[in-house]
Structure formats: C-alpha cells, structure tokens
C-alpha cells in the first residue's frame, strides 16, 4: 500500500519511516512531485493538519496524512505553540527560535513544556485524526547534535539527555510523533485485517 506523508522534513520522514512496515510505501511531497509550500494558516495544530491532508487529497486522490507539532511551554502561557516554527520570524530558523525561547526563560524556574503532534490521516473518503504528546522540560543551553528543531533544548520526562542526544529510534519510543504514529499503524491494521 502506497501513503504519502505530506511533508518535505526530511528529519520527520526518517523518524516517521522506521515506525512504518515494509508493506506500506511512505511517499513524501517531492515523491509525488507536490513542490507548492501547503498553506498552515489555521490557528490550531488539528486545523494545520487537516488542511495539509486535505490539500494533498483534493489535489491528488491518494491516501495520505499530514501532521503538524508545536512546542508548548506553560510559563509562557503554551507559546509558541501552532506559531512554533516561525517563532523568531518568518526564516524559520530552529536556531534563531530555540535562542529566542532560551532568551525568555532566562529567569524561570518553571521550564516545563511539552510538544503536542496531530496527525490527520484521510483515506477511504473519511479523515481521523491522532495526537501525540511528550512532556518534559527546556534546558538552559543546547546539547547534542542529532534530531532537529527545538530537540536541543528539549529534554524529555524520565531522561537526563535532550532529545539531541538520542538516537531516532529511543525518540520514536517516547516522542509526540511517535506515540502519534503508534495510534495511526493501530487504525491502518484494524482497517486492513
Ligand atoms: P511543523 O510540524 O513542521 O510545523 O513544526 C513546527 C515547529 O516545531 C518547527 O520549528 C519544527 O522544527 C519544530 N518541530 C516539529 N517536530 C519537532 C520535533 O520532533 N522535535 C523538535 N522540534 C520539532
């Protein structure tokens, strides 16, 4: 069975394929030749989502699904949230966002936080939907080199390491994407058996 994976992340396509079996083929936006930026104009992470799963399904009629995460930290009142990747302005820097979020927890001792994935998966004219949350904590500097946007400065419940500093396969165990994709296989083998 051929699912697109509406994104262009190369990072969460590496991610999202080792959760992934071999009897499903995972094709990205540049597989299916999909080279527009989808819009993410919705003021929620299940808005964004649905719209990028709806774009790909009006546009090319096949099984897909689009995810899209934000940050949440809860002495910032959830910023920066659905705004996550344009946090620092419109380059989409993970640089510029992670020293932006460390410059406004500077003086905080609440540094809790948790990314939140939605997943919305369309297939068979019907869409559902599935979320993923990982709590943990924002350190004070950036530590390790693997993974990408705000992993550095992100460590998880229950670890002593960012998500940086594990390799994909511990993160998928334990992240918002992960947990989201786990629900999603579930949904996919109850539809197929
Ligand atoms: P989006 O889901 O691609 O719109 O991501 C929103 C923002 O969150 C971007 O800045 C991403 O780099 C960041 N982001 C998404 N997923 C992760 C993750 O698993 N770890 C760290 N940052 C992430």
New binding site residues.
Partial sequence: MKLVFA?N?LN?LK?VQLLVPEHITLLSLKDIGCTEDIP?TANTLEG?AQLKANYITKKYNLPCFA?????LVNVLNGEPGVY??R?AGEQ?S?ED?MNLLLEKLKNKTDRSAH?K?VIALNINNTQTLFQGIAKGEITKTKEGLE?????PI?KPEGYNKT?AELSIKT?NLI???GKAMIQLMEHLNILFH
């Fill in positions: 994104t992340n969460k991610e993410e964004n995810d899209d995460t934000g940050l996550s990747a946090y989409k993970s966002n990314f994935t993974g990408f946007g705000y992993d992100f998500f993160k992240s918002h994407r």
